[in-house]
């Protein structure tokens, strides 16, 4: 086709552009990068291992910092071929040639990851502050429910009946015959996947809604020739996905929250924590069977976080939806305020110190005063959109609302104290706002 176009251009070779244009285009994008993460303050990274498709096991570090215009940025900074056991020592090694590569070593990132014991090593190696990924602490909690054994016989009872619907073209065009006579949404059954626990959540709720029609389609004539082997649900199998549905919603909604997030952080952990565990305490007129769900995926939430409370506390703190920090008592949140207090403090100091120095040193290029500079742009954000966070959360997320829940008396500290946070990065406290 080039040839006929224009039968003077030479095509470049593949060793043209395997040699000397992509590394080119590598080079710029690097540098590029590079200029971005040199400009930041602090810096947050993430990393995560996973396998591909042909059996390849692969690191790859992502990083995550605030520019100037408040905005986060994130980097894939590497994906590397880990063929070494994937220890705790392999990966700390990854990790510290990722921070001298990129210059990173003077900015004291903390990295997030997940719950997995080799990376809480790796990170304990590479002397980073670690905090856990929260969407897999929600999967792995709800991952412990749907192994419990009513419900893994729920889901593969359910699972062989969407299974048959996807793979008989037969029992596929009767289904949507009884979906359009019973006035039904013509939508496909789900299938769940090991790997994502919603799927199950999914595949359940989608079920209850077909369940007329896949009844009807089950006993009809034409799907009973290819296929006697399969039975619909008893009444008691229908009870049971019903409360499996209904108790789960929470950690779905939650799923959806953190995945759904522009931008999120490690603010809206501790406020998700404590509002899913409060959602799955024991109610009077709940089964037994439902009570065990809730033990089950409530035990297992109670046991993560629990050395990283203050820096979650003061990261809520932080944030203008979250700072009346309604889910803690009255001495912790006062604990917290006077932590934040404290640290904003000694920012300030610190400030002061450096505009001393500068004062006493006028050949030495002067820095912003955060006195001087647009508030507004710091402190200002947009309208959230009713979204699942805020359904989930209720009034804890209305920030109109949670500034009259704030005590009096450390209203005026605390927003004082974290305008100054938000107006210097060099403080530690920084990190807190873009670490998810």
Known sequence: MISTLEPRYVIPSRKQFTEVMVPQMYGEVKLQVKESLDSAECIALKCDGWTSRATESYITITS?????????????????????????????????AALEEWDLTDKDPAIVTDNASNMTIAAQLADMPRFRCFAHTLNLASQRALKLPAVSRLLGRVRRVTTFFRRSTVAS???????????????????????????????????????????????????????????????????????????????KVATLAVSEEGSPTLSI???????????????????????????????????????????????????????????????????????????????????????????????????????????????????????????????TYAAGKIKNMLPQHTERNILSECFLIWGCPTNTCIWHLIIM
Not at 75 to 82: G, M, P
Not at 284 to 296: A, N, Q, V
Not at 328 to 356: C, H, M, P
Request: hydrophobic share 35%.
């Open 64 to 96: 995550h910092h605030i520019n100037e215009g408040w905005e986060l940025v994130s980097h894939v900074l590497q994906t590397r071929a880990l063929f070494e056991s994937h220890t705790g020592t392999n990966i700390a090694q990854v990790l510290r």
């Open 173 to 251: 065009h009767v289904l949507r015959e009884k979906q359009a006579l019973l006035s039904l949404p013509h939508h496909k059954l789900i299938t769940d996947v090991a790997t994502r626990w919603n799927s199950a959540h999914n595949m359940l709720e989608r079920f209850l809604e077909q369940q007329p029609a896949i009844h009807a389609a089950l006993l009809s004539t034409e799907v009973r020739k290819s296929e006697k082997e399969i039975c619909t649900l008893t009444d008691s199998d229908i009870k049971t996905a019903e409360e499996v549905v209904a108790t789960m919603k929470p950690m």
């Open 269 to 395: 952990v501790a406020p998700l924590h404590a509002q899913l565990v409060h959602e799955l305490q024991d109610k009077p007129s709940d089964s037994t069977f439902t009570r065990e769900l809730k033990t089950t995926m409530c035990q297992d939430l109670n046991k993560r976080y629990l050395n990283e409370k203050e820096a979650l506390y003061k990261a809520s703190a932080l944030d203008p939806r979250f700072k009346a920090l309604p889910f803690l008592s009255e001495d912790e949140r006062e604990d917290v305020y006077n932590g934040v207090t404290a640290e904003a403090t000694r920012t300030k100091w610190a400030l002061q110190q450096s505009t001393s120095r500068l004062q006493a040193d006028p050949m030495e290029d002067s820095s912003p005063n955060p006195d001087q500079e647009d508030m507004p742009a710091a402190s200002s954000s947009k309208t959230s959109k009713r979204c699942s966070l805020a359904d989930l959360l209720g009034q």
